[in-house]
C-alpha cells in the first residue's frame, strides 16, 4: 500500500509562499514526477498556476492537513508541522470559532482579541480547577493550574513566562494567571493577601503603563512575581522583582502617545479638594503630559481609574498621609517640567525666573530651597584633584538636567512604591513553595532601535535559551519514558549571541569602558565594537552607517542606532540636585535618595531573596558605580538563576493586527511575531523527532476499519496495532513504539486518515449500490400494487352501480304499497270519530239532570241543622246566667261574715305573735320577689326608648322640692313627700314606657316595610348579580387561563427568590457559624493550663447556641418566680439565660398593658366625677353619713370574718404538711390532699353562708323601717279601724326612740341610693333615646337617598350597606371573642399555678433523704403501668445527658434500621409530650436546646458521612413535623385521627423552636447535597461524556498534548475512569439511603433534583470548554446518557420531582450536536429547539463541533451569523457557562405521620431502659 502512495499526486493541496498573506492554498491538477521543473497548481478562485521548481531556490511546496485537523487545540498534533500550517490552524481557530487559546506543545498561544469576554469569571475558574492540562479547551487558567498542581504533586517551584510584543496582552494574562491562583488557593486566615495580589495590580497599572501606538495600556517595565504558598498551598504571602523602567517616557513621548498613567489620573481628580495644594490643572497644561498631543483614551475614565489607584493604596496598608506625599511628588514632576529655562545672550549660560510659578510649586511640593534649586538647576560642580569649579550650564544642557532629575525622581519613587508594596504583601510564615509570574517584554524591533530595544532583545535571548533547552529536555524525557531510540535533535543554540552581548569584551563591556572614559562617545564606541566583534557571525557593520550595528538575533536582525547609548547607559544625575532633595523637610523625600548598599544575592538558587530591582546609579564621585547595563545583567541573571531553578510555562502573546480591531488578523504581523516567540522553533524541534503521538486504544478505535476480522479477535491491543503498522507502512523508520504510544513521523498521520478514508468511501459506495437497488425493487413493487388496486376498485363501481338498480327498483314497489294503505286508513278513522262523539254528548246530558236533583236534597238539610242548633244555644244561655246570679249572692253575705272575723282577731296580741313567728321566711320570699321585680323592671326601664330630657329636669326640681320639704317638715312629713314623688316618678316611667311601645308599634310597621322593601331589593340584586356573574365568567374564560399562569409563575418565582435570599443567609449563618465554633476551639486550645479549672455551673446554658428562643407558652410564669430566678442565678448569670429574660420582658409588657388599662379607666372616672361635680350637690346630710358609718361597720364585719378564715385555712395547711412530712407513703398523701381540699370546700361554702345571713339581715331591718314608715293606702272604714290599731298599740307597746331614728336613718340612706340609681337610669335611658334618634335620622337619609336611586343603583348601594353592617357586627363579635380568650387565658394561668403549686407540694413529700430514686416515683410508675399507655416517656432531669448521649451522640443508622423510621424523632418527642404534660418548661427548653446542639455537633463530626447526614435530615425533618401535628393548631390536624387530637401538647406553644428546627433542617440539606454533590462531581465527565455507553460508536482524535504524560499524576495509575452505570449506581445508593431513613419523598425528590443540577452544570460546562467531545457522536452518547437518566427517574418515581427539567440544557446541546447545520430552516429549527440554552452557549457549541470524519462538514461560519442574528431579540444573560453552585431553594412540605404513639415499640438494644412508658 506504501508503494502506491506519493505525496505530490492529483488533487493533493498544498501550500505556496504568497507576498500578502505570506502562505496561499493550492491544489495539485497533475501528478508530478521527480525532476520535472513546473507543479501543476490551482488556487482556490480556480485560477492555474505554473508554480517552478528548483533545487535551492523553490522546493517543493508544504503539504496542507487534511481538514478533519484544522482547528486542533494543539498545534502537535497536526500531521504536517510547518509554518503554513501553524498559521492556518491558528487563524481558523481566531477568526471562524473566536478562539483566543492554542496549545502548541508546553506553550499557550493566546491572540489578543481586543474585545472583552466572557470566559474568565469565576464559574470558568472551578471548571478548570482540578483538571489536567489539556482535558479543557486551551486557556490560561489551564496552564495556571496545570502549575499550581505540580508545585502540589512535585514539590517544585514554578513559573509562568508571559512573554510577547507590546499590546499582545502580557498584562492581562498575568492578571489572569493571578486572579487563578488567589482563587484556588486563597489564604486560610483572614489577611486577604489574595486580594493584596490583586490590589497590587492597578497600582503597577497606574505608575508603569503607559498609551503607545501600539498598546493603550502597555507595560513599560518587567516584572516577576513570586506568588509565595504555605504547606497547605495557601497564599500567604508575595513579592515583585521589576526590570528595566522605561524612565525617558518621562520626559518625551512620541506622537498620540503618553506618559504614565498616574500623572493623567492625578489631573483628571484636581478638582477635588485634598488636592488643591497640588496646583495642578489639565493635563494640556503640562508639558510632560501634553508631547504626544493626545490626552485621552478612548473608553478610559481617569478619574475612575484614579479611585481604584487609591483604593489599591489603602487595601495594601498605605495610610493617607504617603499617598499624599507621593501624590505630591508625581504633582512636582509635572511642575518640574513646566520651568521655564532662559538662555543668556552668550548661549554658554542660562537663568530661572524667580517669579517662575512652577519652580515655586515644585520646591513647595517637594520641601527644597527654592534658592537652592533654582542655582543648581543652571550651574553644575566640576571636581578637579585639587580645586572645585562652578560652572554655567547652557539651555539645552539645563534641560537635559532637568529632565534627568524628572526622571531620577520618578525612578525612585517607583522603587519606594514597589518596596512598599512588597512589605505589604510580606508574611511572618514560613514559605513552602512559590509560583512566578513572569511578565515581560517581548522581541522588539522598530525603525529606531536603541539602549532600551537592545536590553529588551538581550534579555529574550536568554529567555529564549533558556526555553529552547527546556523543550529539548521534555522530548528526551518523553522518549526515555517510553523507551524509544533517539538520536540528538539538532536545534537552533543562541549561545554565541548571548556571548557576543555579555562576554568579556563583549558589547555591554565595550560599553561600560566607554562609559568610564572622560570624554567617551557614541562614535569612539562604534568603532571599537566594529573592531572587536567583525568575525563574529551574529555581528555586523551597516554599508551607509558607521554609527549603528546590526545582531543577528534568534528572531531577526536588528539594526542599532549608537546615539544615546552611553548617556543612557550612564544615567547622569548631578550630585547638587540631588543633595537638594536629600535635605528635604519631607521624610519621604529624603528617604528616596539615600543610598543603600546592594543585598548580596542569596547562596541558594530554589531560594532567591526577591527583591525590587534598584536601577538607580550611587554619587557620581564613587569610583566602583555601576551602569544601567551592567545592573540589567545582573538583575537578568538572577532571573535567569530562578527560572532555572523552577519549573517553566510559557505563555506566548500574540498580536493579531497594528489597528486595534477586534477578532480580525494579520498573517504578516503573527507570522513575524511566532518567529520571535519561538513557537515555531518548538515545531521545528518537535517536527524533527515524532510529533503525532497516540495511544495504543486510541490507535485501536480510529484505524480498526483498516484491520482484518481476525486481526480484531486478538487481546492483546498492542500486537494488533503492531500488525497494521508493519502492513501499512513499509518504512520501519516512520514510526516507533513505546511502552503506551505509537510515535509518527510528520505525515503519517495523514497517509493513515486517507486510507482510512478511501476504506469508507469504498464501504459508502457498497452501500449506496445496495441501498439504492433496495430503492428501485421497493418503486416496482409500489406501482404494481397500484395497479392491481386500479382494477379492483373499476370492477368494484361497476357491480355496485348495478346493486343500486335493484334497490330502487325494490323501492318504488314498496312506496306504491303504503301511499294506498294511508288512504284507505284515514277514511276509516274519519267514520269512528264521529260516532264516538255523538255517543259522548248523549250520555253527559242524562248524567247532569241526576246531579241537579242531589244538590237541591243536600241544601235542605243544611239550613234544617243550622236552626236547630241555634234554639238549643239560646236556652243554654239563659239557665247559665241565672245560675250565676245565685252564685254571687251567696257569696257576698260569706265574705262579710269572714271579714268581720278577721277584724275581731286583729285586735288581739297572740295573732300578731303568729305574724311575727313566720315574718323571716316571708322576708326572705319577699325579697326574692322583690328581686324578680326588681330585674323584671329594670328589664322594661331598659327598653324605653322615647323618655324626653325633660323627665332629667323634672327629677332635678323635684329633688330640690324634697331637699325644701325635708327642712321645713318633720320626718314623717318628708317621708310621705319622698312617697308621693316616688309615685310620681313611676307614673311618669308608666307613661314612658307606653310611649315606648307606640313608637316600637310604629317603627315595627316601618320595619315590616323596610324588609319587605329590602327583600324584593335583594331578589332583584341576585337576578342581576346572576347575570353580571355570567357574564363575568363568560368574559374570564378568555384571560383567566392565561392570567393565571403569569401571575402563579411570578408570585412562584418571588417566592423561589425569596426563599433562595434567605436559605443562602442561612447557609452563611451555618458558614459563620461552624467558623466561630472552630476558632472558639482553637482558642480553648491556645489559653488551655494544666491544673484544676472549675466551670461555672451554668456552663450548658452558655455553650448553648444564642439564637434559639425560650419556651413560649401561652401565658408566662408569675413575675415573683421569674425575679426569685433572677436572685438566684446572680445579675450577671441571669443576664446570659434567655429564657428567663424572655419571661420577665413578656410579664413587663403585661404590666405595662394593664397600667394602660388602669389609666383608662381612671381617666374616665375623674371624666364622669367632672360631670357629676358640676351639676349642684348640697353638703353631705346625716343620712349620707350614717349609710358612710354602715357600710363601714359592715367591711369591718366582713374583713374580720374573712381574717378569721385564713387563719384556719393555713392551720389547716400546716397540719396536712406536718403530718404528710410524718409518713411519706402515697395513700396517706393522697388522704391529707383529700383532708385539705374538703376542708378548703367546707370554709368557703362557710364563708358564702355568712355573707347570705348578712344579706338577709340587712334586708329585715330595711323591710320592717319601710313597714313602720310607708303607710299603706286604705278605704275609709279601714283608716278609721287602722287608727284605732295604731292608737292600741301605740298606748299597749310604745317604741324605742333609738331603733325608730336607725330605722329612719337606714331608709333615708335607701331612698338616697335609690334615687341616685334612678337618676342614673335616666341618664342612660336620655342616652339611648338620643342614639335611637341618630340612628332614625340617618336610616331616613337612608331610605330617601336610596328612594332617589336607580334599581341597579339601589341594589348595590343595599348590598353594601348589609357588607358594612355585618362588618361592624363581626368587629364587634372579634372583641367579645379576643375578651373571652383573655379570660380564659387568665384562668387557665390560675389553674396551672395551682397544679404547679400542688405538684410541688407532691414532689417534696414523695423526695426521700438518701435515694436518688425515690420510691415513691416507683411506685408511681407500677400504678400506671395499669393505665392505657398515653404515648409519653418519662425521665429524671438528671438523665437528661444521658438520653441525648444514647439517643443522638451514639447512635447509629444501622441500629435502628430494623425499627420504625425516625425513631429518635418519635423517642424525644415522647420526652417532649411528657415534659408538656407536667407542665416543666425548664425541662421542655433543655430537653430541646440540647438536642439541636446535639444533633450539630454530630453532624459536624461526621460532615463526610452521607448516611449519617440523610439519617439526621430525617429524623430532624420528622420532629419538627410531630410538632406542628400535636401543636392543637387546626392547621395542621385536618388529618389527625381522634387518639393524635388527644395527645396535642397542652400547656406550651413551641412555634419558635419549630422556626429553629426548620433552619437546621435547611443547614442538614444544604451539608447532604454538598456532600453528595462532592462524591458524584469526580464521576460526572467520564460518566457522561467521556465512557462508551454505546460501543463503536465514538471516534478518536489526536489529541497532541493532552496525553502528554507530563500533564498526567504519574503517581498514581491514572485517571480514574467511570461508567454511565456507576453514577447511576451511586445515584441509586443516594435513593436507597433516604428512602430507609424515612426521608419524606418531596425532600428525596429535591435533593435528587439539585444533583440533577450539578450534573447538567458540569457535564454542559465542560462540553462548552472542550472541542474533543463536540461531535456528532459525542451528542449521541450524550442523548443515549440522558435517556437512561430519564429512565431511572421513571424507575424511582421521581420523574414529578423536575429533576428531568434539570437536564434539559444538556439534552438540548446533545440535540445541537446532532441536528443538520446547513440551510436557513436548520437554523430556525436550532433556535426553536434551544429554548434552554442562551445564545452565546449555542454559538460556542457550533463553534466547537468538529467532524470526527471527512464525511461531515464544519459549520460555517455564515450559518453562525444566521443563528445570531436571529437570537437577537432573547434577553439572555452574558454567562457563557452554568453556575455548579447553584441551589434551589428547599421546601419542607408539611407531612403528618399516621404512626399512633402509643403504639410505639423502643428495642432494648438502644438502651433506654430509665424511660418510663406513661
Not at 1053 to 1080: G, I, P, T, V
Not at 1493 to 1521: C, G, P, Q, Y
Request: proline share 3%.
Amino acid at each position: 500500500m506504501a508503494a502506491d502512495y506519493y505525496p505530490y499526486s492529483k488533487f493533493t493541496r498544498v501550500w505556496i509562499p504568497d507576498p500578502d498573506d505570506v502562505w496561499k492554498a493550492a491544489e495539485i491538477t497533475k501528478d508530478y514526477k521527480d525532476g520535472e521543473p513546473v507543479l501543476h497548481l490551482q488556487l482556490e478562485d480556480e485560477t492555474p498556476l505554473e508554480y517552478p521548481l528548483g533545487p535551492k531556490s523553490n522546493p517543493l511546496p508544504f503539504l496542507r492537513n487534511p481538514d478533519i485537523l484544522v482547528g486542533e487545540n494543539d498545534l502537535t498534533a497536526l500531521s504536517y508541522l510547518h509554518e503554513p500550517a501553524v498559521l492556518h490552524n491558528l487563524r481558523v481557530r481566531f477568526l471562524e470559532s473566536n478562539h483566543i487559546y492554542t496549545y502548541c506543545g508546553i506553550v499557550l498561544v493566546a491572540i489578543n482579541p481586543y474585545e472583552q469576554l466572557q470566559i474568565y469569571g469565576e464559574e470558568v475558574i472551578n471548571a478548570y480547577s482540578g483538571q489536567n492540562m489539556g482535558d479543557m479547551d486551551p486557556h490560561i487558567f489551564a496552564v495556571a493550574e496545570e502549575a499550581y498542581k505540580q508545585m502540589a504533586r512535585d514539590e517544585r517551584n514554578q513559573s509562568i513566562i508571559v512573554s510577547g510584543e507590546s499590546g499582545a496582552g502580557k498584562t492581562v494574562s498575568a492578571k489572569y494567571a493571578m486572579r487563578f491562583f488567589a482563587t484556588v488557593g486563597g489564604s486560610a486566615s483572614d489577611t486577604n493577601v489574595e486580594d493584596k495580589v490583586l490590589a497590587s495590580s492597578p497600582i503597577m497599572e497606574a505608575i508603569g503603563n503607559a498609551k503607545t501606538t501600539r498598546n493603550d495600556n502597555s507595560s513599560r517595565f518587567g516584572k516577576y512575581i513570586q506568588i509565595g504558598f504555605s504547606k497547605h498551598y495557601n497564599i500567604i504571602g508575595a513579592n515583585m522583582r521589576t526590570y528595566l523602567l522605561e524612565k525617558s517616557r518621562v520626559v518625551f513621548q512620541a506622537e498620540d502617545e503618553r506618559n504614565y498613567h498616574i500623572f493623567y489620573q492625578l489631573c483628571a481628580s484636581a478638582s477635588l479638594p485634598e488636592f488643591k495644594d497640588l496646583s495642578l490643572t489639565s493635563a494640556e497644561d503640562f508639558i510632560y503630559t501634553s508631547l504626544g498631543e493626545n490626552i485621552f483614551i478612548e473608553g478610559v475614565n481617569d478619574a475612575e481609574d484614579f479611585k481604584k489607584t487609591r483604593e489599591a493604596f489603602v487595601l495594601l496598608g498605605i495610610k493617607d498621609g504617603s499617598q499624599s506625599s507621593i501624590f505630591k511628588v508625581m504633582a512636582s514632576i509635572l511642575h518640574l517640567g513646566n520651568i521655564q529655562i532662559c538662555s543668556e545672550r552668550d548661549g554658554e549660560s542660562c537663568h530661572i525666573e524667580r517669579e517662575d510659578l512652577h519652580l515655586q510649586h515644585f520646591c513647595r511640593l517637594l520641601g527644597v530651597e527654592l534658592q537652592q534649586m533654582q542655582h543648581w538647576l543652571c550651574h553644575r560642580k566640576l571636581v578637579t584633584g585639587s580645586e572645585t569649579y562652578v560652572k554655567n550650564m547652557s539651555a539645552r544642557q539645563a534641560t537635559n538636567a532637568r529632565d534627568a532629575l524628572a526622571k531620577h525622581i520618578y525612578a525612585r519613587l517607583f522603587d519606594w512604591i514597589v518596596g512598599n508594596i512588597n512589605k505589604a504583601l510580606q508574611t511572618s510564615l514560613k514559605q513552602h513553595s512559590f509560583i512566578g509570574v513572569l511578565d515581560i517584554y517581548g522581541f522588539e524591533t522598530f525603525e529606531v532601535n536603541s539602549f532600551e530595544q537592545f536590553c529588551i532583545n538581550y534579555a529574550n535571548e536568554k529567555l529564549q535559551q533558556q526555553f529552547n533547552s527546556h523543550v529539548f529536555k521534555l522530548e528526551q524525557e518523553e522518549y526515555m519514558k517510553e523507551q524509544i531510540p533517539w538520536t540528538l535533535i539538532d536545534f537552533h543554540d543562541n549561545q554565541p549571541c548571548i556571548d557576543l552581548i555579555e562576554a568579556r569584551l563583549g558589547i555591554l563591556d565595550l560599553l561600560d569602558e566607554e562609559c568610564k572614559v572622560p570624554k567617551g562617545t557614541d562614535q569612539n564606541w562604534a568603532q571599537k565594537l566594529y573592531k572587536q566583534n567583525s568575525g563574529s557571525a551574529h555581528f555586523q557593520k551597516p554599508r551607509m552607517s558607521n554609527t549603528s550595528f546590526i545582531i543577528i538575533h534568534f528572531a531577526d536582525k536588528v539594526e542599532y542606532q549608537c546615539e544615546g547609548f552611553l548617556e543612557k547607559n550612564r544615567d547622569t544625575v548631578y550630585e547638587e540636585q540631588i543633595n537638594i532633595l536629600k535635605a528635604s523637610q519631607f521624610q519621604l523625600v529624603a528617604d528616596l535618595f539615600q543610598e543603600k548598599d546592594d543585598a548580596p544575592p542569596s547562596s541558594k538558587p530554589s531560594r532567591v531573596n526577591v527583591r525590587a530591582l534598584k536601577t538607580v546609579p550611587k554619587a557620581p564621585n564613587k569610583e566602583h558605580r555601576k551602569t544601567v547595563g551592567h545592573q540589567f545583567r545582573s538583575s537578568l541573571h538572577l532571573l535567569m538563576d530562578t527560572l532555572n531553578a523552577t519549573t517553566p510555562h510559557y505563555v506566548r502573546c500574540i498580536k493579531p493586527n497594528d489597528e486595534k480591531e477586534a477578532f480580525s488578523f494579520d498573517s504578516r504581523r503573527a507570522v513575524q511575531q511566532l518567529r520571535a516567540c519561538g513557537v515555531l522553533e518548538t515545531i521545528r524541534i518537535s517536527a524533527a523527532g515524532y510529533p503525532s503521538r497516540w495511544t495504543y486504544p486510541d490507535f485501536f478505535n480510529r484505524y480498526r476499519v483498516l484491520m482484518k476480522k481476525s486481526d480484531m479477535m486478538s487481546a492483546d491491543k498492542k500486537l494488533v496495532c503492531r500488525n497494521l503498522l508493519e502492513t501499512l507502512i513499509k518504512e520501519p523508520d516512520m514510526y516507533q513504539f513505546g511502552k503506551t504510544k505509537i510515535f509518527f513521523r510528520a505525515g503519517q498521520v495523514a497517509y493513515l486518515e486517507k486510507l482510512r478514508a478511501d476504506r469508507f468511501r469504498s464501504a459508502c459506495i457498497k452501500i449506496q449500490k445496495t441501498v439504492r437497488g433496495w430503492l428501485q425493487r421497493l418503486r416496482y413493487r409500489k406501482i404494481r400494487k397500484t395497479a392491481v388496486t386500479l382494477q379492483r376498485y373499476g370492477r368494484g363501481y361497476l357491480a355496485r352501480r348495478f346493486a343500486e338498480f335493484l334497490r330502487l327498483s325494490r323501492a318504488a314497489l314498496v312506496c306504491q304499497k303504503q301511499r294506498r294503505m294511508v288512504t284507505e286508513r284515514r277514511a276509516f278513522l274519519r267514520k269512528r270519530r264521529a260516532a264516538a262523539t255523538i255517543q259522548a254528548y248523549a250520555r253527559g246530558m242524562f248524567t247532569r239532570r241526576v246531579y241537579w236533583e242531589f244538590l237541591l236534597h243536600h241544601k235542605a238539610s243544611i239550613i234544617q241543622k243550622n236552626v236547630r242548633g241555634w234554639l238549643q244555644r239560646k236556652k243554654f244561655r239563659r239557665a247559665r246566667a241565672a245560675a250565676i246570679t245565685i252564685q254571687c249572692g251567696f257569696r257576698r253575705v260569706r265574705a262579710k261574715r269572714q271579714l268581720q272575723q278577721l277584724k275581731i282577731e286583729a285586735r288581739s296580741a297572740e295573732h300578731l305573735k303568729k305574724l311575727n313567728t313566720g315574718m323571716e321566711n316571708k322576708i326572705v320570699q319577699l325579697q326574692r320577689r322583690v328581686d324578680e321585680q326588681s330585674k323584671d323592671y329594670k328589664a322594661q326601664i331598659e327598653q324605653l326608648l322615647t323618655v324626653s330630657a325633660a323627665a332629667g329636669s323634672e327629677v332635678t326640681k323635684l329633688h330640690k322640692e324634697l331637699e325644701a320639704v325635708r327642712s321645713q317638715q318633720g320626718d314623717g312629713g318628708q317621708v310621705a313627700s319622698l312617697q308621693q314623688q316616688l309615685e310620681k316618678l313611676r307614673e311618669e316611667l308608666r307613661e314612658a314606657h307606653a310611649h315606648r311601645k307606640r313608637q316600637e308599634e310604629e317603627h315595627s310597621s316601618e320595619k315590616v316595610e323596610l324588609t319587605q322593601r329590602v327583600e324584593e331589593l335583594q331578589k332583584e340584586n341576585s337576578l342581576l348579580k346572576s347575570e353580571k356573574e355570567e357574564m363575568n365568567r363568560r368574559i374570564l374564560q378568555h384571560s383567566k387561563s392565561t392570567e393565571e399562569e403569569a401571575s402563579s409563575a411570578s408570585l412562584q418565582a418571588e417566592l423561589d427568590a425569596e426563599r433562595q435570599r434567605y436559605q443562602n443567609l442561612l447557609k452563611e449563618f451555618s458558614r459563620l457559624e461552624l467558623r466561630y465554633d472552630n476558632l472558639k476551639e482553637e482558642v480553648s486550645l491556645n489559653k488551655f493550663h494544666p491544673g484544676h479549672r472549675r466551670n461555672p455551673s451554668n456552663q450548658s446554658s452558655l455553650e448553648s447556641d444564642s439564637n434559639y428562643p425560650s419556651i413560649s407558652t401561652s401565658e408566662v410564669g408569675d413575675t415573683e418566680d421569674s425575679l426569685q430566678q433572677v436572685e438566684d442565678l446572680g445579675l450577671e448569670k441571669a443576664a446570659m439565660d434567655i429564657s428567663l429574660f424572655m419571661k420577665l420582658q413578656k410579664r413587663v409588657r403585661e404590666l405595662e398593658q394593664e397600667r394602660k388599662r388602669l389609666q383608662a379607666n381612671l381617666d374616665k372616672m375623674e371624666e364622669l366625677a367632672k360631670r357629676k361635680g358640676s351639676e349642684g350637690r348640697s353638703p353631705p346630710s346625716e343620712q349620707e353619713a350614717a349609710d358612710l358609718a354602715y357600710n363601714n361597720l359592715k367591711r369591718q364585719e366582713l374583713e374580720s370574718e374573712n381574717k378569721k378564715l385564713k387563719n384556719d385555712l393555713n392551720e389547716l395547711r400546716r397540719a396536712v404538711t406536718a403530718r404528710a412530712s410524718q409518713n411519706s407513703s402515697s395513700n396517706e398523701l393522697q388522704d391529707g390532699y383529700n383532708l385539705l381540699l374538703s376542708q378548703l370546700k367546707a370554709a368557703n361554702e362557710e364563708l358564702d353562708a355568712r355573707k347570705e345571713e348578712v344579706l338577709i339581715l340587712r334586708t329585715q331591718i330595711v323591710s320592717n323601717a319601710q313597714r313602720i314608715v310607708s303607710p299603706v293606702p286604705l278605704s275609709g272604714n279601714e283608716i278609721k279601724e287602722t287608727e284605732k290599731d295604731a292608737e292600741l298599740n301605740h298606748s299597749k307597746e310604745p317604741l324605742d326612740k333609738e331603733e325608730a331614728q336607725e330605722s329612719k336613718k337606714l331608709l333615708e340612706a335607701q331612698l338616697q341610693t335609690q334615687s341616685r340609681q334612678h337618676r342614673d337610669e335616666l341618664e342612660a335611658l336620655h342616652t339611648q333615646i338620643e342614639l335611637l334618634r341618630d340612628d332614625i335620622e340617618k336610616k331616613q337619609e337612608i331610605l330617601n337617598y336610596t328612594a332617589s336611586l336607580s334599581p341597579e343603583a339601589r341594589v348595590e348601594y343595599s348590598v353594601q350597606q348589609e357588607i358594612t353592617r355585618l362588618t361592624n357586627d363581626n368587629l364587634d363579635l372579634k372583641e367579645l371573642v379576643e375578651k373571652l380568650e383573655k379570660n380564659e387565658r387568665k384562668l387557665k394561668k390560675q389553674l396551672r399555678i395551682y397544679m404547679k403549686k400542688v405538684q410541688e407540694l407532691e414532689a417534696s413529700q414523695a423526695a426521700a433523704p438518701n435515694a436518688t430514686r425515690p420510691e415513691l416515683s416507683r411506685q408511681v410508675t407500677v400504678q400506671r403501668k395499669e393505665k392505657d399507655f398515653e404515648g409519653m416517656l418519662e425521665y429524671n432531669k438528671e438523665d437528661n445527658a444521658r438520653l441525648i448521649k444514647t439517643l443522638i451522640n451514639d447512635v447509629r443508622p444501622s441500629s435502628v434500621s430494623a425499627t420504625v423510621p425516625c425513631l429518635p424523632a418519635y423517642i424525644l418527642f415522647m420526652c417532649i409530650r411528657h415534659a408538656d404534660y407536667i407542665n416543666d418548661d425548664q425541662k421542655v427548653e433543655s430537653l430541646l436546646t440540647s438536642t439541636i446542639n446535639a444533633i450539630k455537633k454530630v453532624l459536624k463530626k461526621n460532615n463526610e458521612d452521607f448516611e449519617m447526614t440523610s439519617f439526621w435530615l430525617a429524623n430532624t425533618s420528622r420532629l419538627l413535623h410531630c410538632l406542628k401535628q400535636y401543636s392543637g393548631d387546626e392547621a395542621f390536624m385536618t388529618q389527625n385521627t381522634a387518639k393524635q387530637k388527644e395527645h396535642c401538647l397542652k400547656n406550651f406553644d413551641l412555634a419558635e423552636y419549630r422556626q429553629v428546627l426548620s433552619d437546621l433542617s435547611i443547614q442538614i440539606y444544604q451539608q447532604l447535597v454538598k456532600l453528595a454533590e462532592g462524591i458524584i462531581q469526580p464521576m460526572i465527565v467520564s460518566a457522561m461524556l467521556e465512557s462508551e455507553s454505546i460501543p463503536s460508536l465514538a471516534g478518536v482524535k489526536p489529541m497532541g498534548y493532552r496525553n502528554r504524560s507530563s500533564s498526567m499524576d504519574t503517581d498514581a495509575d491514572g485517571p480514574t475512569s467511570y461508567t454511565l452505570q456507576a453514577l447511576i449506581r451511586q445515584l441509586g445508593q443516594f435513593h436507597a439511603t433516604m428512602r430507609d431513613h424515612g426521608l419524606d419523598p418531596e425532600i428525596v425528590g429535591q435533593v435528587i433534583r439539585q444533583l440533577f443540577h450539578c450534573i447538567n452544570a458540569i457535564t454542559l460546562n465542560n462540553l462548552l470548554l472542550r472541542k474533543d467531545v463536540c461531535s456528532w457522536s459525542t451528542g449521541m452518547q450524550l442523548r443515549y446518557n440522558t435517556s437512561q437518566m430519564e429512565e431511572w427517574l421513571r424507575g424511582n418515581n421521581l420523574f414529578q420531582s423536575k429533576a428531568a427539567a434539570a437536564l434539559e440544557p444538556v439534552i438540548q446541546a446533545a440535540q445541537l450536536l446532532q441536528v443538520k447545520k446547513k440551510t436557513s430552516q436548520d437554523a430556525e429549527a436550532i433556535c426553536s429547539l434551544c429554548s434552554s440554552l442562551t445564545t452565546q452557549q449555542i454559538v460556542k457549541i457550533l463553534n466547537l463541533y468538529t467532524p470526527l470524519n471527512e464525511f461531515e462538514e464544519r459549520v460555517t461560519v455564515s450559518f453562525i451569523r444566521n443563528i445570531q442574528d436571529r437570537l437577537q431579540e432573547r434577553n439572555d444573560p452574558p454567562q457563557l457557562l452554568l453556575d455548579t453552585k447553584h441551589t434551589f431553594p428547599v421546601l419542607f412540605p408539611y407531612t403528618p405521620s399516621a404512626l399512633s404513639l402509643e403504639t410505639l415499640h423502643i428495642p432494648a438494644s438502644l438502651g433506654l431502659d430509665f424511660l418510663i412508658r406513661v
